[in-house]
């Protein structure tokens, strides 16, 4: 299994983040690499990383919006 943003799916050999993000978006608030920071187990990563990422089982990824203040 492995959990994005809280929501659990079932782990299938070769995942990718990006299939993954595509399954959650259909059903859930939209997300993207770019403009949000990516995090896989508490390790953040880049937009380009995430974008070619493949997943292991229990990974855990959390996928927010960059917020740029001043």
């Not at 990006?18 to 403009?35: P, T, W």
């Amino acid at each position: 299994m492995v959990i994005l943003n809280g929501v659990e799916f079932d782990y299938r050999e070769g995942m990718s983040l990006a299939g993954l993000v595509e399954d959650y978006n259909i059903s859930h608030r939209k997300l993207a690499f770019d403009g949000f920071v990516v995090i896989i187990n508490d390790t953040p990563i880049t937009s380009s990383e995430a974008q070619e990422r493949t997943l292991d089982d229990n990974d855990q990824i959390l996928i927010v919006p960059f917020l740029d203040g001043g």
